[in-house]
């Protein structure tokens, strides 16, 4: 496998690139530190000359210079840089926790229903089938808030803390029927297979057997699923924050660049530019490793 996915090049260099994101989000303070600004300073309001009358950045393309890299906020004039350093960081960690309670649960209950089969199966098809019939966006924007107002009372911001925390758990809850229902049906498969039986004439535990004898051979579905999710999950915790129930102000995330910058990309497009810019190579790149890896897993297939 390792062979026939080093001999793809677009998977390699989507490696890379991919890894680049997770470099990033993992050094954002010390990437901050070396270059020497932080994303929630307000450099337009501190010193004169880097904004307009009107909340513009005075140089142009966004006021991008040897100073700002990536040009400053639009009427806060904080640096463009770090805060795409920082809510990359803030998007990685929640699509990425979700992301992993997605595939445990998705493992757990598929294996289950698939091995064991019978009204258990039944059941748990059936409370799959229930949650998959929940529409995705709309079941996101409404439990979220409703999430919200079991921990905090009416008329108090919300922290931080408590809003990555419920962005996780609704992510989470409503993401993981699709991995469920896939390796139920490989389980379903590979259970009448030859190698299963001979190990339940051993006297094999059901424990050993799907440690044993069924995992090593769903580690390709987990494995490229895995890869397909995770962007997937950056995607709709960005499109939460754009609208208002994910992450606010003044924590740096993805989304709410794009929301921020929806209201100046008419008059100046550098702020939205460089998120959206970084949010496609991101997906796309996602996108062609999960590729390369089903093919890399796959010896049937051929590019």
């Given at each position: 496998m390792w062979r026939r996915f080093k001999r793809d090049r677009s998977g390699v260099v989507s490696a890379y690139i991919v890894a680049f994101f997770f470099l990033v989000a993992?050094?954002?303070?010390?990437?901050?530190?070396?270059?020497?600004?932080?994303?929630?300073?307000?450099?337009?309001?501190?010193?004169?000359?880097?904004?307009?009358?009107?909340?513009?950045?005075v140089a142009?393309?966004?006021?991008?210079?040897?100073r700002f890299w990536f040009g400053v906020e639009p009427t806060l004039g904080r640096d463009v840089l770090t805060q795409l350093v920082y809510g990359i960081r803030t998007s990685l960690l929640i699509a990425t926790a979700a992301t992993v309670l997605c595939v445990l649960t998705g493992v757990l209950v598929g294996v289950t229903a698939?091995?064991?089969?019978?009204?258990?199966?039944?059941l748990l098809?059936?409370?799959?089938?229930?949650?998959?019939?929940?529409?995705?966006?709309?079941?996101?924007?409404?439990?979220?808030?409703?999430?919200?107002?079991?921990?905090?009372?009416?008329?108090?911001?919300?922290?931080?803390?408590?809003?990555?925390?419920?962005l996780i758990l609704v992510l989470w809850v409503l993401g993981w029927m699709g991995m469920a229902r896939l390796l139920r049906g490989q389980v379903l498969s590979l259970r009448e297979r030859e190698f299963v039986e001979a190990a339940k004439v051993t006297g094999?535990?059901?424990?050993?057997?799907?440690?044993?004898?069924?995992?090593?051979?769903?580690?390709?579905?987990?494995?490229?699923?895995?890869?397909?999710?995770?962007?997937?999950?950056?995607?709709?915790?960005?499109?939460?924050?754009f609208i208002g129930v994910g992450i606010l102000e003044p924590t740096p995330d993805w989304g709410r660049m794009f929301a921020n910058g929806a209201h100046y990309y008419e008059s100046d497009i550098t702020y939205i530019f460089f998120p959206g810019l970084a949010m496609i190579i991101f997906v796309v790149a996602f996108n062609l490793l999960g590729?390369?890896?089903r093919d890399a897993f796959d010896p049937r297939t051929t590019r």
């Open positions: 993992v050094t954002a303070p010390l990437l901050s530190k070396v270059y020497g600004k932080n994303p929630t300073e307000t450099y337009g309001l501190d010193e004169t000359g880097l904004l307009n009358e009107f909340g513009y950045p142009p393309n966004g006021g991008i210079s040897g698939g091995y064991i089969g019978g009204r258990t199966d039944y098809g059936r409370f799959i089938d229930l949650l998959l019939a929940f529409p995705s966006q709309l079941s996101f924007i409404a439990f979220t808030p409703v999430v919200y107002s079991l921990f905090v009372s009416p008329g108090k911001e919300t922290p931080t803390s408590l809003r990555v925390l419920t094999a535990s059901p424990w050993r057997i799907i440690r044993k004898e069924l995992l090593p051979n769903l580690w390709t579905p987990i494995l490229v699923q895995s890869t397909l999710m995770l962007p997937s999950v950056v995607t709709i915790e960005a499109g939460l924050s590729d390369s890896v």
